[in-house]
């Protein structure tokens, strides 16, 4: 295989937009962006290191529609010539409604 041939089941698409976070569950939260987004994750970029398996509550704003989910953190590392960080995060609880626009919003983006 290819080092550079996705392997993922549900390609990312490269797009951003505001994502509300909460840590749970504590409640606090940070405003950030995503990086990419696909039907089962998403990478956001963030101020500070999150341990992996934490749990957030994500408010994702696609424009017409905020988007309600709860995801994990599967990993975190630190950007390259920054104090920021990239997380990767996988979905954990996603309504029928959210799925059905989070696959609606993933067709519009690939198609534009």
Known sequence: MNAL???????????????ECKT?????YFY???KD????GMKILINGFIP???????????????????AKIV???????SDK?????QFVEVGQDCRKALTQFLSNVCLA
């Open 85 to 89: 960080y990239s997380a990767g995060l």
């Open 32 to 34: 950030t962006v995503s």
């Open 5 to 19: 041939e996705e392997r993922r089941q549900f390609p990312r698409v490269k797009v951003s937009f505001p994502v």
């Open 75 to 81: 990993w975190c590392n630190r950007e390259r010539m």
């Open 37 to 40: 987004v696909s039907m089962v």
């Open 52 to 70: 992996r398996d934490k749990l957030l509550r994500l408010d994702l704003n696609l424009i017409d529609t905020v988007l309600e989910l709860k």
């Open 24 to 28: 749970l569950p504590s409640r606090k």
